[in-house]
């Protein structure tokens, strides 16, 4: 990527102004996730903290969103709970994008044989029902907390990119290309990764990016439901899920973090479309 | 002399990308009379398609920038038309055989249903109103007129289950279907294989001298226009740079462009392998000041860099726009 | 290929899947770690309870045998006891479902509806002033989880400007008309009740459309992008050319090849509608399906969590091959290439 590369890139990513509020969103979480020690006013509300006195009050000069039953901040839950937020999906990523583009280039590959049977046999079993609701039923059958949340993501999300790679492996297994490199001999492995995996980091990208606002949206829901991170961890849907009982009255305990995970959502959402716009063809 | 059917003048379009502006289409001058047959040649990209896809103005219209000029049929500007004056023109005066014919067919529509659309809305507007059998009679005669086997089959399936050269004749029906004084072809035979790119030729002959209507037909093959055409227009970079009758520009080719073309054409009588015609087609972004030509024109003279010429009368008909000759 | 051979390979691979979602989760739920028993039954259930309910769940045999066990109780339509409402597992969702069935039905007509009325003409206007408010409404309408469209309209319309009631199916005033269809709206026209259907039409505003707002979102988007390509397609351009009337153009020529993409999705759309109402079901109290199984979910029910899951894999797939259909309909390249 040299300069003329990167230039021209940008030039086509920013001409849609939305897809650059998305990016500016995204810095914005993701700086606030990193340096929330030093941002929130009071990070020693994010663990068991009480103090009744100052429960229940609305937002005000010292505590800039209210602060809820247990007289914690808002601010600084909500401030650490983008980094939770992001937290899990990098680590749901890191799992389901390697373990997925392995078995896709594998069934991809050996497509028509046993092998590709198996693999997207199994891949079907998986999304046989929608994968939100099996990370929930992973999720009950695994005591509710942070960790036990991204493993359920994890093992509903995989079988996505299985697909995705899957599709891509096979049309791609029939170029010319490939049947050069298979005549000179090369491993089967450098196959995949040399020749195939670079054809379809594009769309792999653009997936990722995309799919980052779903698992955010994903793991909201299931801290929401109670199934994810307990109390007293500040994960935005978990904080949804203890204020929203007291709506309207208290109503900045449910609502600002609702504000925060909207944000984070359609930051990455909008920049997500913006990634994709880049990287497929485009003529004028 | 015969009225002008079709007066183009001066015609710039310009498409607007990322880069810049491309100022493809310079000043375009073609005139086309009633019951004439008048051929266009030029390279890929030479702006041949736009041009034709102005004059029914089916050009996406951001990015193309109609910049200047008038398109006069039958001395009405289709450029400053509304849209029912338009329509009427698609409808029964004008059509377009597509380039390619997989693009120009909706795949996910029967062959009967589209034809059987357009011959409604062309026989509406010449006042007829026809009930479902007499739609799907004429469909079957204009099927038949192209020389498609079984037509009553044909009307019942999709584009993806026919050949290529079935395709193209479908799309030759359906710009006869709604046809009237003027038909364009472009380029009928360029996506077709060489045995059936004579036969759409010949069946394309047939057509216009039966039915008498003007024709513009745009190829790269030589020689498919020399037997077809009385007329021809040469267009380089957005330019037209020579016409004549077609017997004259094939004889005696004025501009060094047309003489290159001419040239590059491999003779079975043998000499040898020909040259082309070195160099390419000028950026758009940035044409040329002077002729667009020069650059690659092996009798360029200093003023062909610095000012553009325009089309001169020669002699008989023939005219040229080049420094050599004239001004 | 011919369609009801098409159908029958596609009925065959489902109940092949399913059987194979049938062993993954029943595994799941027996070899999680900790005692399945004790943890269903909480910290503070007396161990010679705990041991019952062991015994009841054959526990001490190996996985396969309890599959078995299961699978055949199963195929004589025993799903199993809940804990929660200690009535038969099936008999809970008989009962439960057909609430779901309106709810989630109610929510996909409005979506259907508003998405290509706003798709068309977004895509028909694109860049106008229309198009951009539908995408910054289909931006949001993505980014919100369900549960947060879902407290802000009860909080908007509920509580801020009480319109529309906030739980619940039906008034506690009125009475549920008798059960004919289990689809109360239908069985209140049936019986000519009148004030029980709009009564619960109202009840199903709010968990309908905040059910419907992410589909709503995402269709619009797609058709109108898959009208903005299609718009640029020669085929357009050639039925321009050939004069014909632009309202064939577009709501014939345009609006098929461009619903494609919308239909393919709709099936996994209906399966995100499927996971919404356990979220939405649950707060607006609604009393159906998904909040029978969210229930289990909290309360690690395990026989009713593995009854739900097949029940929405049956429906799920069901929906699918629907959908393949419509779809091969509107794009006969399908058929005929296969």
Redesign the interface.
């Known amino acids: 990527m040299n300069k003329e590369n990167i230039k021209r890139n940008w030039y086509k990513f920013s001409k849609n102004k939305l897809s650059v509020v998305g990016l500016i969103a995204v810095l914005t979480v993701s700086l606030t996730a990193i340096f929330a020690n030093v941002i929130a006013p009071y990070p020693k509300h994010i663990e068991w903290f009480t103090d009744f006195k100052n429960a229940k009050n609305p937002p005000n000069l010292q505590n800039l969103f209210g602060t809820d039953l247990m007289g914690r901040d808002v601010l600084s839950r909500t401030i650490f709970g983008f980094r939770y937020s992001l937290l899990m999906t990098v680590v749901v990523l890191i799992f389901i994008v390697p373990v997925g583009t392995i078995l896709g280039l594998i069934a991809g590959y050996y497509s028509g044989t046993r092998v590709d049977t198996g693999i997207m046999r199994i891949t079907d079993i998986f999304l046989a029902v929608p994968s939100l609701l099996l990370a929930m039923v992973v999720c009950a059958f695994l005591r509710p907390n942070i960790v036990n949340s991204m493993i359920a993501m994890a093992i509903a999300w995989w079988p996505w990119y299985t697909r995705l790679i899957y599709g891509l492996t096979s049309s791609i297994k029939n170029e010319y290309f490939i049947q050069a490199a298979e005549i000179m001999g090369k491993p089967t492995y450098q196959i995949l990764f040399r020749e195939i995996l670079p054809n379809c980091f594009s769309q792999l990208f653009t997936k990722m990016t995309l799919e980052v606002g779903w698992i955010i949206l994903a793991g909201a829901t299931l801290s929401f439901l109670g199934l994810g991170a307990q109390p007293p961890t500040p994960d935005l849907g978990t904080m949804v899920s203890e204020g929203y009982k007291y709506l309207p009255e208290y109503w900045w305990m449910t609502i600002f973090p609702c504000l925060a995970i909207v944000f984070t959502i359609l930051g990455f959402n909008l920049m997500g479309d913006g990634v994709r716009d880049l990287l497929s063809a485009e003529e004028y | 002399m015969t009225e002008l059917l079709l007066d183009i003048q001066d015609l710039c379009v310009n ?4 880069e810049g502006v491309l100022k493809v289409l310079n000043n375009v001058k073609i005139k086309v009379r009633n019951g004439e047959k008048v051929g266009l040649i030029g390279e890929a990209g030479c702006g041949k398609t736009t041009t034709v ?1 102005t004059i ?1 103005r ?1 050009l ?1 219209v951001p ?1 193309a920038i109609i910049s200047n000029g008038k398109i006069l049929f039958e001395g009405k500007d289709t450029l400053k038309m509304n ?1 029912k004056d338009l ?6 005066e004008i ?2 055989i ?1 380039q ?1 014919p997989i ?7 029967k062959v009967g249903t ?1 034809l059987g ?2 011959i409604k ?2 026989s509406l ?1 010449k006042g007829e109103e026809l009930s479902k059998e007499e739609i799907k009679k004429k469909s079957i005669a204009v099927l038949k007129e192209v020389a498609l086997p079984d037509p009553e089959r044909l009307l019942k399936n ?1 584009p ?2 026919l050949s290529g050269g079935m395709r193209q004749r479908v ?1 030759i029906a ?2 006869l ?2 046809a009237g004084k003027l038909l364009i072809a472009d380029e009928p035979d360029t996506n077709l294989d060489v045995t059936i790119k004579d036969q759409v030729l010949r069946l394309i002959k047939n057509l216009v001298d039966e039915m008498n209507t003007s024709i513009i037909l745009i190829s790269h093959g030589l020689g498919a226009v020399k037997g077809l055409v009385d007329r021809v227009y040469t267009m380089y970079a957005g330019t037209i740079v020579e016409t004549a009758p077609t017997h004259d520009l094939f004889s005696d080719p004025l501009h060094p462009y047309t003489r290159g073309l001419i040239k590059s054409v491999p003779k079975l009588t043998g000499g040898g392998i020909p040259e082309g015609i070195p160099g390419r087609l000028p950026n758009y972004i940035n044409p040329p000041v002077g002729c667009r030509f020069a650059p690659r024109c092996e009798r360029a003279m200093p003023i062909c860099l610095k000012s553009s010429p325009t089309l001169v009368d020669v002699s008989n008909e023939h005219e040229v726009a080049c420094f050599l000759y004239g001004e | 290929m011919k369609m009801s051979i098409y159908i029958a390979k596609r009925l065959f691979m489902s109940v092949f899947v399913l059987f194979g979602l049938s062993i993954l989760i029943f595994s799941m739920s027996r070899l999680m770690p900790g005692d399945p028993a004790r943890l269903a039954l909480g910290n503070t259930a007396p161990e010679w309870k705990v041991q019952e309910y062991r015994e009841y769940l054959h526990l001490n045999d190996p996985l396969y045998t309890q599959y078995f066990i299961w699978l055949n109780n199963v195929i004589h339509g025993d799903l199993g006891v809940s804990l929660v409402t200690k009535r038969g597992i099936l008999t809970d969702i008989i009962d439960f479902f057909p609430a779901t069935f309106e709810l989630v039905c109610f929510s996909l007509i409005i979506s259907i509806t508003i998405s290509v009325l706003v798709g068309v003409t977004a895509g028909r206007r694109a860049n106008s002033w229309f198009d951009n408010i539908a995408r910054i409404f289909s931006y949001l309408g993505i980014s919100m989880p369900t549960f947060v469209w879902a407290i802000l309209a009860l909080f908007i319309l509920s509580f801020m400007l009480n319109l529309t009631p906030g739980s619940g199916m039906l008034s506690l005033s009125l009475t549920r008309p008798p059960r004919i269809t289990g689809l109360v709206t239908i069985d209140s026209l049936l019986t000519g009740n009148f004030r029980a259907f709009v009564d619960v039409l109202w009840h199903m505003l709010l968990p309908g459309s905040a059910l419907a707002v992410a589909t709503i979102a995402q269709h619009t988007r797609i058709i109108r992008t898959s009208i903005v390509e299609n718009l640029r397609k020669d085929y357009i351009a050639a039925a321009v050319s050939y004069g014909l009337p632009e309202r064939m153009i577009n709501f014939k020529y345009l609006l098929k090849p461009s619903l494609i993409p919308e239909v393919s999705i709709l099936g996994l759309d209906i399966a995100a509608s499927m996971t919404g109402s356990f979220i939405v079901e649950s707060i607006f109290n609604w009393p159906g399906f998904g909040r029978y199984g969210t229930i289990a979910l909290l309360n690690k029910d395990l026989n009713a969590i593995i009854g739900s899951v097949m029940v929405v894999g049956i429906f799920f797939a069901f929906m699918n091959i629907i959908v393949d259909i419509i779809v091969s309909y509107l794009d006969p390249r399908i058929m005929l290439k296969a």
């Not at chain 2, 498409?15 to 990322?18: G, M, N, P, T, V």
């Not at chain 2, 329509?87 to 029964?92: A, S």
Request: aromatic share 12%; with cysteine; net charge positive.
């Open positions: 498409f607007s990308i990322y896809k029914v089916i996406p990015p849209t329509n009427t023109i698609r409808r029964k059509s377009i597509f390619d693009a120009a067919l909706n795949p996910v529509f589209i659309d357009v809305c062309s507007e999709y993806c289950q799309c359906l710009a279907a709604c």
